[in-house]
């Protein structure tokens, strides 16, 4: 049996996880921004100061990409305070983490890492490996030029080659570059036409010095756009009168499709309707894999209310994440239900609007008689309010002991005032979210929040999730 601290660790553990899944350090509706970071700094230091091995070890676990960057960081900065065991675990896992994350966010990382004058020999071999991974040199001194020129005079490394680090230090004292990219950033800077050969963000600027109208650039840009860059592009340049630029949403991340899909007028949407569903559904069904169809009958609560707006900094983010929570909880059910709190029943159509009766759609929920309950919320059930805690400790207590219909509630929100996110009720386990593709680990990782298995199951959790992912790690270096 655990002692009463080990319970206490797994429930901080937890509730960590919960505000780094959560959290991005971004207004909220119900928060704003500086709540946010303070209650999130509050808690790395927590965490890092009482519990480092698993502090480090959340980095295995499905957290978003800026407190994976806030982790790194504050171990590189405490690697006085680590035996040499934990430092080796930890470099590990700060590798396999710093490749999964988007590049600008990595180069913000080792500025951040600069700036504060951290600059020991782990740190400059993290740094170095991170860079001599990097698959295509050039480009990154193309598009990331700052941040790489950085990098490398605090890590003090050498460029790949001569010439890259002529481009980085000096890049236009030279009258030509032997690498295409490289010679093309530098023609572009008197050749109009070159400008269209450079990755999308570079390009900007020059078309910008050039005087170039939006609506022509963007239209002879488009074929040099990435899949995400063309999604978030595509209605602002159909303003600008650019009809070339059309997203393919073959292959788009399921969660990224469904805040595309809420972006657009409900018109579109209808316009639309065959379309969009069909590349919802496949996404959902990329997502669920070999899964699919196999978690019974399955109901699910999803929250449209208007605080499902989220705030101006994370538009319809929550309300994504239900919409994108729908179709793949469709597609891993053999039955599904799917149950709106503003009653609307076209999933498509939906949008932020009204109060948040969670505790009605509870009972409608329960009435389905589903093997499995999903609740996709913020927690703020206020029509009426307490009724949805009320349900779910009866359900649980008189109507439901032997636990037949497994319940889980997902937070896309964090609440900075409580340190986690809002729950429900204390008798169902509450896990945050951030993309729906993530909804099968968290249910999964629910059963902790529970409290029906202890720290050490949750310790054996996290270091199964630890090897997977350093295992394809190595496989993805191998290759």
């Given at each position: 049996m655990d002692s009463y601290g080990d319970l206490i660790a797994a429930d901080d553990v937890l509730l960590f996880v919960n505000a780094a899944i959560t959290s991005t350090g971004q207004r909220e509706f119900h928060g704003d921004a500086g709540e946010q970071r303070l209650s999130l700094d509050f808690l790395h230091a927590y965490m890092l100061g009482n519990y480092r091995d698993l502090y480090a070890g959340v980095l295995a676990l499905d957290i978003n990409d800026y407190n994976a960057a806030?982790?790194?960081?504050?171990?590189?900065?405490?690697?006085?305070?680590?035996?040499?065991?934990?430092?080796?675990s930890e470099g590990r896992l700060i590798a396999c983490r710093l490749a999964t994350l988007p590049p600008q966010r990595v180069y913000g990382l080792f500025d951040a890492l600069r700036r504060a004058g951290v600059?020991?020999?782990?740190?400059?071999?993290?740094?170095?490996?991170?860079?001599?991974?990097?698959?295509?040199?050039?480009?990154?001194?193309?598009?990331?030029?700052?941040?790489?020129?950085?990098?490398?005079?605090?890590?003090?490394?050498?460029?790949?080659?001569?010439?890259?680090?002529?481009?980085v230090f000096a890049p236009l004292t030279r009258k030509h570059y032997?690498?295409?990219?490289?010679?093309?950033?530098?023609?572009?800077?008197?050749?109009?036409?070159?400008?269209?050969?450079?990755?999308?963000?570079?390009?900007?600027?020059?078309?910008a010095k050039h005087g170039i109208p939006r609506d022509v650039f963007l239209e002879r840009i488009a074929p040099r756009m990435t899949r995400l860059e063309t999604l978030r592009l595509q209605e602002s340049a159909h303003k600008a009168g650019t009809t070339g630029i059309q997203a393919d949403l073959a292959g788009m991340p399921l969660t990224r499709l469904a805040t595309y899909v809420l972006s657009l007028?409900?018109?579109?949407?209808?316009?639309?309707?065959?379309?969009?569903?069909?590349?919802?559904?496949?996404?959902?069904?990329?997502?669920?894999?070999?899964?699919?169809?196999?978690?019974?009958?399955?109901?699910?609560?999803?929250?449209?209310?208007?605080?499902?707006?989220?705030?101006?900094?994370k538009r319809r983010r929550p309300l994504a994440?239900?919409?994108?929570?729908?179709?793949?909880?469709?597609?891993?059910?053999?039955?599904?239900?799917?149950?709106?709190?503003?009653?609307r029943t076209d999933a498509l159509l939906t949008y932020p609007y009204g109060p948040t009766p969670v505790g009605r759609r509870i009972l409608d929920a329960l009435d389905t008689s589903p093997s499995r309950?999903?609740?996709?919320?913020?927690?703020?059930?206020?029509?009426?309010?307490?009724?949805?805690a009320e349900v779910l400790r009866i359900w649980r207590t008189r109507l439901d002991p032997e636990r037949r219909t497994s319940i889980v509630h997902l937070n896309p929100v964090y609440?900075?005032?409580?340190?986690?996110?809002?729950?429900?009720?204390?008798?169902?386990?509450?896990?945050?979210?951030?993309?729906?593709?993530?909804?099968?680990?968290?249910?999964?990782?629910?059963q902790f929040a529970e409290g029906r298995t202890g720290l050490a199951e949750l310790i054996t959790y996290m270091d199964t999730r630890a090897a997977r992912m350093l295992s394809g790690h190595q496989q993805e270096e191998a290759r």
């Open positions: 806030l982790v790194i960081r504050r171990l590189l900065e405490t690697a006085g305070e680590a035996t040499a065991d934990q430092r080796r600059n020991n020999r782990r740190t400059r071999a993290i740094m170095r490996d991170w860079l001599s991974a990097r698959p295509d040199p050039a480009f990154d001194a193309v598009k990331y030029r700052s941040g790489l020129k950085r990098a490398l005079r605090h890590a003090h490394l050498a460029p790949a080659t001569e010439e890259l680090g002529a481009f032997a690498t295409p990219l490289l010679e093309t950033w530098r023609r572009a800077h008197y050749e109009q036409a070159a400008l269209y050969e450079l990755p999308y963000t570079a390009a900007e600027g020059f078309a007028p409900v018109e579109d949407r209808l316009r639309r309707r065959a379309e969009l569903t069909r590349a919802l559904e496949s996404a959902a069904g990329r997502v669920a894999g070999s899964h699919r169809g196999s978690w019974g009958k399955v109901t699910a609560v999803l929250d449209d209310s208007f605080s499902a707006f989220g705030s101006v900094h994440v239900a919409l994108a929570c729908h179709y793949l909880l469709a597609a891993l059910a053999g039955t599904y239900t799917g149950l709106w709190t503003s009653g309950l999903v609740i996709v919320s913020d927690g703020w059930d206020n029509a009426p309010p307490g009724l949805a609440d900075a005032a409580d340190f986690d996110v809002r729950r429900l009720s204390a008798t169902v386990p509450t896990a945050g979210i951030r993309d729906a593709e993530d909804l099968p680990a968290l249910v999964e990782l629910a």
